[in-house]
């Protein structure tokens, strides 16, 4: 993969985010590679107009995405619907996601230029209900109550036109492999590769000992109904704002066909990059 035009996004809350976006500016200027920076960050650095994260994923070959895990959880769809991979330089906490860091940039930089990377592609999923356009997600998707009063969420879930279960939880979440190590990780959930194509479904809080997390095949459409005389429920696409799910409505969950991509500048194991950011996060 040539690379000639490169997006730079940014989380402007983080407190050396400029100056480590000043700093790969000044790299890809001086490697020639052409950029195009967020509106946000054009604005703040006084270079002129920026544009919108949509708009870059449109005219980009790549976009570097300055911050951690929920910064590229927020560029994923946009870049996966014009199938633009994403490299992730870590300036948050966990980055269990990203790439890089700022003290390597001179090195990414070089290897974008001469083309000395891979695309990592990973598995995404979509939620669908006739009230509200899908719900795409790269981690989760997570339907909890939608008032702070403690009521059991009662959640029916179907696979293949087979019950799963009635399910009394706390809420559910249903992940990627991706999003295995997130959310569905601590509701007690499995670690899986990203690798892999697959579906999980996560209970958080059973309230049956029976209620267990499952892993569904990637061709598998999961359906989840919630009782007519319920309440109303919150469903979040990788902690975005939610959207709404009425009593007695019904949600049905599968693969997406976007795919979003990631730069890998080099090869390594995820068992260990899992080791070590959970080493890092637990001290």
């Known amino acids: 993969m040539k ?6 996004y940014w989380n402007s809350g ?3 985010g400029l100056s480590c976006a000043r700093e790969l500016i000044a790299l890809l200027e001086h490697s020639g590679l052409e950029l195009v920076p967020e509106r946000a960050l054009a604005l703040a650095l006084g270079t002129g107009d920026g544009v919108e994260l949509e708009r870059m994923a449109e005219i980009t070959d790549l976009i570097v995405v300055l911050g951690g ?29 990203t790439e890089t ?14 083309g000395r990377f891979e695309i990592e592609r990973r598995m995404m999923i979509s939620a669908e209900c006739d009230a ?42 249903v992940a990627t492999p991706t999003g295995s190590t997130a959310y569905s990780l601590s509701a007690g959930g499995p670690v899986v590769d990203p690798l892999l194509d697959c579906i999980l479904v ?16 990637e061709w598998e459409r999961v359906r989840i109904n919630t009782p007519a005389d319920g309440m109303e429920l919150l469903l979040s696409a990788d902690s975005r704002p939610p959207v709404r799910i009425a009593p007695g409505a019904s949600v049905f ?6 795919r979003a991509g990631f730069v890998r500048l080099k090869r390594r194991s995820f068992y260990d990059a899992f ?3 959970i080493s890092e996060w637990s001290n």
Not at 3 to 8: A, F, I, L, Q
Not at 83 to 93: E, Q, R, S
Not at 101 to 114: G, Q
């Open 3 to 8: 690379v000639t035009r490169v997006g730079v």
């Open 69 to 97: 895990d929920g910064t590229l959880l927020s560029a994923a769809v946009p870049a996966a619907r014009c199938d633009v991979p994403l490299l992730g330089v870590n300036i948050g906490h966990m980055g269990f996601m």
């Open 253 to 258: 969950i599968s693969k997406s066909e976007l």
């Open 202 to 217: 996560t209970p958080i809080c059973p309230h049956s000992p029976l209620s267990r997390p499952a892993v569904l095949p």
């Open 132 to 173: 509200w356009p899908a719900q795409v997600a790269l981690n989760d998707i997570v339907i909890y109550r939608s008032t702070s009063e403690l009521h059991i969420v009662e959640t029916r879930v179907s696979v293949g036109g087979a019950c799963l279960g009635r399910i009394m939880s706390d809420g559910l979440i």
């Open 101 to 114: 860091t700022p003290d390597e940039l001179p090195e990414a930089v070089a290897r974008l230029r001469d």
């Open 14 to 16: 983080k407190a050396h």
């Open 275 to 277: 080791r070590l950011k």
